[in-house]
């Protein structure tokens, strides 16, 4: 189930709904993303596949030879044009041959047949045989011819027992077919017997002039096949041609080189085409790299570790298919290996291009630790140049021999701007153990939306392929939590907090504007002004949630809110106290003055500002970020909550005790006259407050979700209870005070009747303190006074809750005091009202 956060305190009675829409994570992109990149691996076994069954089908008269150059060049070129994505696509035989397209340009790549390393005289005679591989090689850049030297190290074969056939490595061919027996059984194990020539591969010692036969990268016609002629070399990317030149850009290619090459045909044949176009040599055989070696000793097709391609020093992979030729007497001889190159720069441009437009974000690592990465979707390449001598050290993009490719772990990966977003992601997902059925989520330094993020494993039956897929995709921050201008609730909170301020000033107006009247002194008019001061200010608290959710702005919700609450509620709550003490019960009590009922609301005020004070610095609210996830759906909020739910039931049990015990005190004095008590308005007043709260907290746990909707509703909650509360105190005495106007000028002053908090009272009936001679009569009478209307209260109050006391018995208690106003005689004496009335009296509760 989804959590979110609750506001501890709510007060509205109406909810607002207002729906959101949530980020679903969809699971089918992953899956997409594993299909497309299993389809783009497939792809080279097709081509590989077709490439064989067309050999086999002896469309190469030369069976793909160094004579079928050309043939296979041809069909490569259709295979390139039609798969575009791939690097390269080539073959090497056991004889040495090499041929294929690729790597960065539109170019091709041929080996004559052949072994390296023959000795060559210090006058540079490599014997009659190797002298025309020797004078060979080229520089580059300048076009001047050079001899093919190996250098320290170089790799070269060398025939044991001139390269008879053994049985190759594999497992099938290892087997004994013989103890087997006979049959179909034993058929079908020399049937998997697969042999090859026997060499090994050695290094060129220090001191040895040793030769190479070079591979050399020629320039391609239209269709493929090497050319130097001007106005038809095929260039990367476009349609136009132009001429084949050496890497100065200014050198024309013109290369004729005569002699009984392969190539030509063989049988001592003459030809001097074999190094049209060739603008580069190097040392190179396909019998000493890696991934043939690696399919030798397997015997079947197969993806290779990644490894830096020996031209560009690109880190990629080979798929590398094994070929064979048929002998006479019907073993199967390993003939060579067809191989395509994926760079992992084409795995990058695949990415890209497929979701160029894509907020998505692919990353492909490797399965194991140090987990380097493959290929992303953000262009980044996961491999870097670095000096051999200093692997710290960075090369330039330029290939040189002074420089090794390396890999990037996906944890370290800083090449664009969002590769942080990658390592980031990876971080976590290594952290959650890489769940696939799961979601993880993510975000780099500085970023305030999240990823969510899914890997799914890639694998590749029968070869030592074990990726993994990372999917990212952006999700975007829940903003109804917050509200800020241009929100459909910012107006609506600005209004009801500036209504809420403008209603509570209003009826503080009402209140000092008639101060002196005689039914606004005795409902105490300053105790009421500062209960309804202190409910404009709880209402302009409310304006602090407007804005985003900052540290410093849910700690001042924090404060206002709760604060401004027990303020203005500590004042109604102590209003109740007084009249419960005074008349409620039989405590003795017979006065409290208004600096005694100030000094009531203190300890409230001072223990919600302890609480507050506490949690400040304890468990303070605070920003905090909340990620909920279900299934695909993802949820990215930032809330004003505390770390533990200490300050929620803390604020429980302070504020709703409050109010509980203030609704039981209101029920208690329930029955008092409204003479002497605004009962019925506390009443309602604290009654509202629990109905409202206690609804809203219902609401609010149940409905509503985000916290821009409960700050909406605790508003409202807010402007309706203070509203309402201060109304049914200052509108019935603001009323009555018309009244009694409005009967005075109608009625004249002699049979004139004055209205007391509801009770009409008979202008002849004078209390005692009128008898008095002055306004500065002594506190013992004073006292007196505040003792009968005490009495009276009480002998009302047990009449109406004591049905057995006899009434005729409360009615002769009451009649020993008498109670009554004479509005008339004060106002023609010209005494307020205010100055007559007693200090003590009970209707200043």
């Known amino acids: 189930m989804r959590t979110s956060y609750r506001h501890p305190s709510t007060f509205v009675l109406i909810p607002l709904l207002l729906p959101f829409a949530t980020a679903d994570f969809n699971f089918e992109v992953g899956r997409r993303i594993h299909e497309r990149v299993s389809s783009f691996m497939d792809t080279p076994m097709t ?45 090497g035989l056991e004889d040495g041959v090499f041929a294929g397209h690729g790597f960065n340009e539109k170019v091709a790549n041929y080996r004559e047949p052949g072994h390296s390393g023959y000795v060559v005289s210090e006058e540079g005679d490599a014997g009659e045989e190797m002298q025309k591989h020797y004078v060979g090689c080229v520089n580059a850049t300048s076009g001047e ?52 020539k026997n060499y090994i591969i050695s290094e060129a010692p220090e001191g040895a002039k040793l030769g190479y036969i070079t591979r050399n990268t020629h320039c391609i016609n239209k269709n493929g096949v090497p050319s130097q002629k001007k106005g038809e070399i095929a260039q990367m990317g476009t349609t136009e041609f132009t001429n084949c030149y050496f890497l100065d850009g200014v050198t024309p290619v013109n290369r004729n080189l005569t002699g009984n090459y392969a190539y030509c045909g063989g049988n001592g044949m003459v030809c001097d085409n074999t190094f049209y176009g060739a603008y580069l040599s190097r040392d190179y055989d396909p019998r000493w790299r890696g991934w043939y070696i690696a399919t030798k000793e397997i015997q079947k097709p197969n993806w290779s570790p990644p490894y830096p391609f020996f031209t560009t020093q690109a880190m990629g992979i080979t798929f590398s298919l094994p070929i064979y030729s048929t002998l ?11 191989a395509v190159d994926y760079t992992f720069t084409d795995l990058t441009k695949f990415l890209q291009t497929s979701y160029l437009n894509s907020t998505t974000v692919v990353a492909i690592f490797e399965k194991d630790d140090p987990y380097f990465i493959v290929a992303t979707s953000t262009g980044s390449k996961g491999v870097s140049l670095v000096l051999k001598a200093d692997n710290s050290r960075r090369c330039s993009n330029v290939v040189t021999d002074d420089c090794i490719a390396t890999r990037v772990p996906a944890a370290e990966l800083a090449e664009t701007e969002m590769d942080e977003v990658i390592s980031n992601a990876f971080s976590r997902q290594q952290e959650a153990g890489f769940p696939e059925a799961e979601l993880v989520t993510s975000r780099a330094t500085g970023k305030e939306f999240l990823y969510a993020t899914q890997t799914k494993a890639f694998t590749i039956e029968d070869a030592d392929l074990n990726w993994k897929i990372m999917i990212m995709i952006p999700v975007e921050t829940e903003q109804a939590d917050q509200i800020v201008p241009g929100d459909a609730l910012f107006a609506v909170l600005v209004a009801v907090g500036v209504l809420g301020v403008l209603c509570c000033a209003g009826l503080a107006g009402l209140l000092v504007r008639n101060r002196k009247k005689r039914e606004i002194v005795v409902s105490d008019w300053r105790f009421m002004s500062a ?36 303020l203005a509620l500590s004042l109604l709550f102590v209003k109740t106290m007084r009249m419960y003490l005074l008349v409620g019960t039989r405590s003795g009590v017979r006065t409290i003055s208004h600096t005694q009922t100030a000094k009531m609301a203190l300890p409230f005020i001072l223990l919600q500002t302890v609480i507050l004070l506490i949690f400040t610095f304890v468990d303070p609210n605070k920003r905090r ?40 005190l209101a029920f208690k004095t329930r029955n008092l006259r409204s003479e002497f008590n605004e009962s019925k308005q506390i009443i309602l007043a604290m009654y509202d407050t629990a109905v409202v709260a206690s609804i809203l907290l219902i609401v609010s746990n149940v409905v509503v979700t985000y916290q821009g ?26 009323i009555q005070v018309r009244s009694r106007e409005s009967s005075s000028s109608r009625e004249g002053s ?57 009434a005729a018995t409360a009615e002769e208690r009451a009649s020993k005091v008498g109670f009554s106003i004479d509005s008339k005689s004060s106002e023609e004496n010209g005494e307020s009202s205010e100055e007559k009335l007693p200090a003590n009296s009970c209707h200043g509760v």
């Open 47 to 91: 081509i590989l596949l077709q490439t064989s069954r067309y050999r086999a089908n002896e469309a190469f008269p030369d069976d793909m030879g160094a004579s079928d150059r050309d043939h296979f060049l041809k069909l490569n070129d259709a295979f390139m044009e039609t798969y575009p994505q791939f690097e390269s696509i080539y073959y």
């Open 145 to 196: 011819e050079m001899p093919c030297e190996m250098s320290v190290g170089g790799k070269f074969t060398e025939c044991v027992n001139d390269c008879e056939l053994i049985k190759c490595a594999d497992e099938a061919s290892q087997r004994d077919c013989e103890i087997l027996g006979g049959g179909e059984v034993k058929e079908d194990c020399e049937a998997n017997v697969k042999w090859c």
């Open 328 to 338: 006479n007497d019907g073993r199967n001889e390993f003939a060579g290996v067809l």
């Open 531 to 566: 209960f309804v001061g202190a409910c404009g200010l709880l209402n302009a608290s409310t304006l602090s949630f407007l804005g985003p959710n900052t540290d410093s702005l849910c700690l001042l919700r924090m404060w206002l809110v709760h604060w401004f609450f027990v």
């Open 625 to 664: 970020e909340i990620v909920e996830t279900e299934g695909s759906e993802i949820i990215h909020r930032y809330v004003c909550d505390h770390d533990t739910p200490a300050f929620f039931s803390v604020m429980m049990i302070y504020e709703g005790g409050l109010i509980l015990v203030g609704c039981v």
């Open 709 to 734: 909707q409960q700050r909406l509703l605790l508003a409202v909650g807010i402007f309706w209870t203070t509203c309402f509360a201060c109304s049914v105190f200052v509108i019935p005495r603001w």
């Open 750 to 806: 002699t049979n004139r009747r004055t209205v007391v908090s509801g009770l009409s009272l008979p202008s002849n009936s004078v209390p005692e303190y009128k008898k008095r001679p002055s306004v500065a009569s002594s506190d013992n009478n004073q006292h007196a006074s505040n003792s009968s209307h005490l009495e009276n209260v009480r002998v009302e109050n047990e009449a109406k809750t004591k049905p057995e006391v006899n």
